[in-house]
């Protein structure tokens, strides 16, 4: 589904010109559709209709507060990965028993921070770790609910950057020390034991590696569950991969349910979903401002005025966004083009490519699907502000975060 299309010579998102927006906020900006943003935890919510699930977004793919508040009205919960997502999300009526703690380095003040908080359930990456929580939690003299994230070593087909579910990668634990660990459950008298967890990759686009991790997983739980019902929640990640190329690569959701409902006992299982991208992604786009165009011999680069400080994943990962102008234009200049940015490095390249609009210095340019991963990824790298993000809704948009001021900036530094 487009939520940045264009409507004569306009591009729009919902009922407003994107051009119109850049009259009042300078470049460069994001700007996202809040029924983006519904309609997709919708389609979702439909794929799983007949099951009830919980669907935790993944808040690190973009957590502006009015963005959690319109998840949280549509009855998302969320899955967060530090004290900061989670105090978001608090601050955003999420209900604390629809709040799982992911992550592999959680501090002792995160740990505390989310006991106290009475969230619904901590995934777990280490034996250690599960120490450490159960001592909190006798400390605070409170049960914690705890699920173990399994490491499955199956990866999910995609960047190397992005994959999570190899024993070579960090995160989870092997199953049988998974195993061991239910076994011993008891040693741990403040927690309650009772979920597994997986996560192993995003921008995943097949179904198979899902098919063999749900295998894999259902004999160990039909092994612990054999005498009673120990494991009671199965969080079983997210990472479904989106089309940014625009080549039919939707992810077959549908299809992924069916499997998620045919591979477990869903009567006997309280079902966890995290998508981060799937709900984000097409939901927001980077406007920003031509500065420059120059040309190296047979090389053209268009120089604006947002970097990788604003939108990383080009940089970080080569990914591909289309970049499209604000205004239409008809023509294009068939050259090596590399659209860039103004950050003092070679990989601050937000596309390359051998043909494109023949652009003009001062026109506005829209980097599409930026919703996921955009925002909520970058940084003040060569002192450059935070940039403001606008919400689309109807015929209405409004400012969501301010962009920084130098003020802003400089007011943690001290000067010796
Ligand atoms: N659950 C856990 C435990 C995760 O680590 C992640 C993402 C998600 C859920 C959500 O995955 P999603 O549905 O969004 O694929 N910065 C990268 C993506 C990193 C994802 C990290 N973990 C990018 O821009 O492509």
């Given amino acids: 589904m487009k939520y940045f299309d264009y409507i004569d010579e306009d591009l729009r998102s919902e009922e407003v010109s994107i051009k119109d927006i850049a009259k009042n906020i300078p470049t460069p900006f994001y700007c996202y559709s809040a029924n983006a943003f519904k309609n997709n935890f919708n389609v979702l919510k439909n794929a799983f209709k007949d099951l009830e699930l919980k669907i935790c977004y993944a808040t690190k793919s973009n957590s502006n507060l009015s963005i959690l508040n319109i998840l949280q009205k549509e009855g998302a919960g969320v899955d967060v990965v530090s004290a900061g997502e989670l105090r978001k999300s608090l601050m955003a009526n999420i209900s604390p028993q629809d709040i799982v703690f992911s992550g592999v380095g959680k501090t002792y003040e995160e740990i505390e921070y989310a006991i106290s908080?009475?969230?619904?359930?901590?995934?777990?990456?280490?034996?250690?770790?599960?120490?450490?929580?159960?001592?909190?939690?006798?400390?605070?003299?409170?049960?914690?609910?705890?699920?173990?994230?399994?490491?499955?070593?199956?990866?999910?087909?995609?960047?190397?950057?992005?994959?999570?579910?190899?024993?070579?990668?960090?995160?989870?634990?092997?199953?049988?020390?998974?195993?061991?660990?239910?076994?011993?459950?008891?040693?741990?008298?403040?927690?309650?034991?009772?979920?597994?967890?997986?996560?192993?990759?995003?921008?995943?686009?097949?179904?198979?590696?899902?098919q063999a991790v749900f295998k894999k997983t259902n004999e160990l739980l039909k092994?612990?569950?054999?005498?009673?019902?120990?494991?009671?929640?199965?969080?079983?990640?997210?990472?479904?991969?989106?089309?940014?190329?625009?080549?039919?690569?939707?992810?077959?959701?549908?299809?992924?349910?069916?499997?998620?409902?045919?591979?477990?006992?869903?009567?006997?299982?309280?079902?966890?979903?995290?998508?981060?991208?799937?709900?984000?992604?097409?939901?927001?786009?980077?406007?920003?401002?031509?500065?420059?165009?120059?040309?190296?011999?047979?090389?053209?680069?268009?120089?604006?005025?947002?970097?990788?400080?604003?939108?990383?994943?080009p940089a970080l990962y080569d990914s591909y966004h289309k970049i499209v102008p604000v205004s239409k234009i008809k023509n294009t200049e068939k050259i090596p083009t590399d659209i860039v940015g103004p950050i003092c490095e070679s990989t601050d390249k937000l596309l390359s490519t051998s043909e494109f609009y023949d652009v003009k210095e001062g026109d506005l340019l829209a980097i599409l699907n930026s919703g996921a991963y955009g925002s909520s990824m970058s940084s003040n790298y060569n002192v450059r502000p935070l940039i403001e993000e606008i919400l689309i809704d109807k015929d209405t948009f409004s400012t969501i975060r301010k962009r920084q001021s130098f003020e802003d900036i400089i007011v943690q530094e001290i000067e010796l």
């Fill in 223 to 313: 092994k612990i569950n054999k005498n009673e019902q120990v494991i009671k929640v199965l969080d079983i990640g997210g990472g479904y991969g989106v089309d940014y190329e625009n080549n039919n690569e939707e992810f077959p959701i549908l299809e992924y349910a069916d499997l998620v409902k045919s591979s477990f006992d869903t009567n006997e299982l309280t079902i966890v979903i995290e998508p981060g991208r799937y709900l984000s992604w097409n939901t927001g786009a980077l406007i920003t401002k031509v500065l420059y165009i120059k040309k190296h011999g047979n090389k053209k680069f268009i120089i604006t005025d947002s970097g990788m400080n604003d939108l990383m994943r």
């Fill in 117 to 210: 908080n009475n969230i619904f359930q901590i995934n777990v990456e280490s034996v250690s770790e599960l120490s450490a929580i159960n001592k909190i939690a006798h400390k605070l003299n409170l049960v914690q609910q705890i699920g173990i994230r399994l490491n499955p070593d199956i990866a999910g087909k995609t960047h190397k950057n992005i994959s999570t579910g190899s024993l070579s990668d960090k995160f989870g634990i092997p199953f049988d020390e998974v195993e061991e660990i239910f076994l011993n459950r008891e040693i741990f008298s403040n927690l309650n034991i009772v979920g597994i967890a997986f996560h192993i990759g995003s921008q995943i686009h097949d179904i198979e590696p899902f």
